[in-house]
């Protein structure tokens, strides 16, 4: 094996290991009751033409018609099967995975340090799991796939192809549910910044495009505000500029969680949760020192491989449009759709502060003091991807408990549509064949570092 094979081979070997241990885990995580049920019964009962004329009565469909067409490719290519969608998160992963492994290049060992580092970012970030609740995949993650794949498209040459690719993802992501607008303003920000990938007339249509949807979404965001009454929801106008105002930081370090600042003190801060925290302001140092160093750097990289204006506002604008996206209420997957630029800009963060370090010439002790710092680093965002794989096992072991003690509330909540007790019986059992996660063997030392609220990482 050659000397740049091998760095190459341990980046895969990564990538592998991980979405081999969260593919686990999600497969033996059965699907939540009350997300996901009711719409898969009617992906499961009735043909695309009935559900899609009915929007009148039920006008979901016609509202995000990207998530329902989603789940009937799910139906028709992994089978009508409450596995299916298991399946389907675990296509996720690996698209993830593979874009991830397609957007760096590794010819050194210091190219695969900084890529093995960053790809523990992107799985181990607290907004990557987010995205796997539920059916979250349906929309944040969806979102974040189509960021990475816009990753290439913004470093392209602008050809035909690439430019129909954008207004594809763009339009499937719009049409899906709201957190897409991220995706066509990534693409309009390139074009203002002027990345090469993304060229004017593109940029126009999806600025029309965003906002034709803008307009129809404020149109009927008062009687969908009426109807929600969630708590935790914001209904003023301080109460979304709050939620704007603690997103950026909550997608930073994962704190207020919610939104909510009066519970920073309150609860246990988990050796997770500081790790977290120092993980996430270390994140912002690094790529902070590498944009200062990018004068010094483009001596030894090209200049599309620096960390310049272009790339730094363009990260702080994906988290701002993520921000924005979370004026109605704040989760940590709204955070999903900026995790791909930040990815790239960690990577080639990463790779400028080790040239910069190995540079250095009669400081070893500068050398040893933050090569030991970036090893720590490197580690601690090593830590949260395991951390995710706990998370997602005890998610899947909360959920299968939720089956067994609320299996009798599920079908007389369910009495008024009879036709539907067949499929909840098969969710059942499925649920119930599933291998039981060994949660309850865990060590005390992974229950004492997970804490209370497990998917609260």
Sequence with gaps: MTGSALPRFATWFVVGAIVAVY?????????PHNDQFREIYYTLAFPPGKIFSNFLEAPGPVFRPGEWVMRYLIVYVFGPYPSSYNYFQILFVVLVGGLALYAISCR?????????????????HHAFPATIE????????????????????LQSKGGLSSQLLAIAMSVA????????LVVPFTFIAAAILGFPGVRRWTALVLLVLTLAYLGFRFTTLPALLAETTAQGRAHTGSAYLANITASPIMIVTGEPYDGNWSEFVRRHFYPWRVIRIVLGLATVAIIFAAFCLRKAAAEAFPEDELVDWKWTLLLLGVVAASSAIAFHY?????????????????????RIVLWRLSSLDGRKWLRVTAGSLLFAFSLGWASRAADVFFALRYLGATTLVAWVEH????????????????YLDSFYWAALELPWPTVQNDSSFVKKWLGERVMNR
């Design 407 to 422: 299996y009798q509330d599920y079908r007389t909540n369910d009495g008024k549509h009879p036709e539907s007790l067949p």
């Design 173 to 180: 992501t719009v049409l899906t549910k709201e957190v897409g």
């Design 23 to 31: 593919a686990h885990a999600i497969y033996y995580m059965p699907i």
């Design 108 to 124: 050194n060992w210091i190219d695969a340090g900084a890529a093995i580092t960053a790809i523990t970012f992107l799985f181990g």
């Design 330 to 350: 704040t989760r940590h997957r709204f955070g999903g759709m900026a995790l791909p630029v930040a990815y790239l800009v960690l990577y080639r963060s990463l």
């Design 134 to 153: 539920g059916n979250n995949t349906f929309t944040n993650g969806l979102a974040l796939l189509a960021m990475m794949a816009a990753l290439p498209i």
